[in-house]
């Protein structure tokens, strides 16, 4: 129900961004978010909206550099990195919430899509 995409390779202080396409139904009752996982590691919070889009809440790592925003019209959240660092390079995961639900807690998250790479090389 949800299809990631946008991932690639990018120097160090480049850019990218990562859209995520949902169905109406799926993006119409649910927050979005965004996490990540690199090799060996947990997968973790990068960024998150909620359902009208008017809130939206960063990782510190990604802050100030990262930019989550959702098209409500084309049922589509994007993820717009700038200023990307070689410990950006994981796998990025959207993924989508009950508007009610933690938007840090990986486990309250129902629904995930298939993930995009992301590499940034120094």
């Known amino acids: 129900q949800l299809q990631a995409s946008g991932g690639g390779l990018v120097q160090a202080g480049g850019s990218l961004r990562l859209s995520c396409a949902a169905s109406?139904?799926?993006?119409?009752?649910?927050?979005m978010g965004w996490f990540r996982q690199a090799p060996g590691k947990e997968r973790e919070f990068v960024a998150a909206i909620n359902l009208s889009g008017g809130s939206t809440y960063y990782a510190d790592a990604v802050k100030g550099r990262f930019t989550v925003s959702r098209d409500n019209a084309k049922n589509t959240v994007y993820l717009q990195m700038n200023s990307l660092k070689p410990e950006d390079t994981a796998v990025y995961y959207c993924?989508?919430?009950?508007?009610?639900?933690?938007?840090?807690?990986?486990?309250?998250?129902?629904?995930w899509g298939q993930g995009t790479q992301v590499t940034v090389s120094s």
């Open positions: 109406g139904r799926t993006f119409s009752t649910n927050a």
């Open positions: 993924g989508a919430r009950r508007p009610w639900a933690h938007y840090f807690v990986r486990d309250e998250y129902t629904y």
